[in-house]
């Protein structure tokens, strides 16, 4: 190599030298604000990258982290994701983890929901896939677990709050909701349902009318064994809620007969048994005050007519008539139709 070439390259090794000692200490410059979350889309390139950096970031700011990224070497590809800066961080530390791909996790909260369709909206306003593309995950992680029928899925997620990467593919989100269900559903609550002559998803089925009759926790075993009588004398559970579901209007106030004459399987006044699946996702607590319910010997209830939220329970259909009446007589005299 000629003397000339190594001078030329000692020369630029200096320089680049000096260029990275000037990224480690001129972009000291710290983050003053609320945190503030970067997305940074699949595809972006170069240019779209530094976009994001200022449009989050302000352009002083944000163009620094830019010109500091690009210096470490930044590629596009792997700043693909979404990252959280925090009050007071240094712009040379969030290039870097922008540079690595460090991304922050995103919370998801996913409540008790009555639609599937409200699930999967959720989940796509907290991430980069789209609703449709994790409604198909779900339905086919789901069936790959024992959900052959899409009617069983309000039992195949529970209510939580879930940590994904903001870039998880759909198929991961799926994975991730049925193994925190799975895990839920141990041997101890199989042998549980079991017991009851139930399955899993059959449970939940219970649970999720219980949850629609009551929003009074201490309740919920107590109806949760009611129906358990009623299934066992093979009775029609006749729960109003399925009626509700069936018509389409969880508001009804008054369920009257032009709404029990209202043909579908989830109808519990025209078929017996249980519907075919839940109607609404159920939370825990209420799948397991259903699996350890004790005993009693109640067919009937009513919601009380002081409208407190709560139950009159009865044994007898005629202790059942009397309370029925007062109900409908105080929903007449507010006229409530």
């Known amino acids: 190599m000629s003397k000339t070439k190594k001078i030329t390259i000692a020369v630029a090794a200096v320089l680049f030298v000096l260029l990275l000692v000037g990224v480690w200490l001129a972009p000291m410059r710290h983050y003053a604000g609320a945190d503030v979350r970067i997305y940074i889309p699949a595809g972006s390139t170069a240019d779209a990258v530094g976009d994001s950096l200022r449009v989050a970031l302000g352009e002083d700011y944000g163009g620094e982290v830019y010109r500091a990224w690009c210096v470490l070497g930044g590629d596009a590809a792997t700043a693909h994701g979404s990252y959280v800066v925090r009050d007071g961080a240094w712009s040379l530390r969030v290039a870097r983890m922008v540079q690595c791909g460090r991304q922050t996790p995103v919370r998801v909260h996913v409540s008790a929901q009555r639609l599937m369709g409200d699930v999967y909206a959720r989940l796509a306003s907290k991430l980069e896939a789209d609703s449709a593309s994790i409604a198909r995950a779900i339905d086919s992680v789901a069936r790959r677990s024992g959900f052959t029928d899409k009617r069983w899925l309000p039992a195949a997620i529970l209510p939580d709050t879930y940590e994904f990467y903001w870039t998880a593919s759909p198929e991961r989100v799926a994975q991730t909701l049925l193994k925190v269900r799975n895990d839920f559903w141990n041997d101890s609550r199989r042998a549980q349902a079991a017991a009851l002559g139930l399955t899993p998803v059959e449970v939940a089925t219970v649970a999720s009318i219980v949850e629609e009759e009551?929003?009074?926790?201490?309740?919920?075993?107590?109806?949760?064994?009611?129906?358990?009588n009623r299934l066992a004398k093979g009775m029609p559970l006749q729960a109003d809620p399925t009626v509700k579901y069936a018509v389409g209007d969880f508001t009804l106030r008054r369920i009257t007969g032009r709404h029990l004459a209202v043909e579908s399987p989830y109808n519990?006044?025209?078929?017996?048994?249980?519907?075919?699946?839940?109607?609404?996702?159920?939370?825990?607590?209420?799948?397991?005050?259903?699996?350890?319910?004790?005993?009693?010997?109640?067919?009937?209830?009513?919601?009380?007519?002081?409208?407190?939220?709560?139950?009159?329970?009865?044994?007898?259909?005629?202790?059942?008539?009397?309370?029925?009446?007062r109900y409908q007589q105080e929903l007449n005299r507010r006229g409530i139709h």
Request: charged share 20%.
């Open 214 to 228: 009551s929003a009074m926790a201490d309740e919920h075993a107590v109806i949760a064994r009611l129906y358990l």
């Open 268 to 325: 519990t006044y025209k078929h017996a048994g249980l519907p075919p699946g839940p109607i609404r996702m159920t939370e825990r607590r209420t799948i397991d005050a259903m699996l350890t319910a004790p005993a009693h010997t109640y067919l009937y209830m009513c919601a009380k007519e002081d409208f407190s939220g709560r139950h009159n329970f009865a044994t007898t259909f005629a202790e059942h008539q009397a309370n029925a009446r």
